[in-house]
């Protein structure tokens, strides 16, 4: 059944290593690969709105808690989505045959420490010839509402470099960013937390950053939030809003904090969502 869906939507994934640590996937002439920045046991006790009965029942064994960043390759363009910690991110960029100076655009779904961190370094821009992209809602929270100095550092190098741009809603008519990338909306887990629509040769992707951190409960109860989320009633909206239009629509997802391989396609299932890799 998952191979039937997989050449339904025309598409192929291939791990690259056995250390899982770099995932390749193909949408249309694009090629994004998931770059793994850290791996290890989640703790429960970050979930908001899950008794005691629903941990048991959809963690009884644990979950395992990972980071992500994706490159995109463009026929034109190197794009990153997010930085990760900048931990392992160099190390997955080298593998790949990339260096930082061959990125010519960052994508930033949010300025949370574990996304921003690779973008910069002792006031040095940790991608120079990058231009990048944040939503301008998440940009004024971190540096003019509520100052985060981690985001002020992060962006300072790259001066003029820095777009923002306001993202649509899922499914509406949007401005490209980049030749097939548009930035959609899902505030909540931070004020201008965005994600990502890729586009190429009829093949979609929607790289939805951190829409979801604990896919064993929150797939089957996106209302379900976590205590990283500004506002986990508007987190878990637009979780459930994302869910819906992906699954309608059969647009895969990845996710920077779903488990590896961490793309895959979303199936309505009874009042909640399942997903399905290959």
Request: proline share 6%; aromatic share 8%; charged share 20%.
């Amino acid at each position: 059944m998952k191979n039937a869906l997989w050449c339904l939507l025309g598409m192929m994934a291939l791990p690259l290593g056995a250390d899982e640590n770099i995932f390749a996937w193909k949408t249309g002439n694009f090629e994004i690969y998931t770059l793994v920045e850290t791996r290890g046991p989640g703790r429960p006790g970050v979930l908001v709105g899950a008794g005691d009965a629903d941990v048991e029942r959809y963690l009884g064994g644990g979950f395992e808690s990972e980071t992500n960043a994706f490159l995109i390759k463009t026929p034109d363009r190197i794009v990153l989505v997010d930085t990760g910690f900048g931990a392992a991110l160099f190390d997955n960029l080298k593998a790949l045959g990339v260096s930082p100076g061959d990125v010519g655009a960052v994508l930033i779904t949010h300025m949370h420490g574990d996304h921003i961190g690779g973008l910069a370094k002792d006031g040095r821009a940790l991608f120079p010839n990058a231009r990048v992209y944040l939503a301008e809602q998440e940009r004024d929270y971190w540096t003019k509402t509520r100052v985060n100095q981690g985001a002020v550092a992060a962006l300072a190098p790259y001066g003029s470099k820095v777009s923002v741009f306001r993202p649509g809603e899922p499914g509406a008519q949007a401005a490209e960013l980049l030749p097939g990338i548009t930035a959609v909306a899902a505030f909540g887990h931070t004020p201008g937390h965005t994600l990502f629509l890729i586009e190429s040769a009829g093949q979609k992707l929607l790289i939805w950053g951190d829409l979801m951190h604990v896919e064993k409960i929150q797939f089957p109860r996106p209302d379900v939030s976590v205590t990283y989320d500004v506002d986990p009633g508007a987190a878990a909206a637009s979780r459930k809003k994302t869910l819906e239009y992906a699954a309608a629509n059969n647009i895969p997802v990845a996710g920077m904090h779903l488990v590896y391989p961490a793309i895959g396609i979303v199936r309505a299932d009874g009042a909640g969502y399942r997903f399905i890799v290959n």
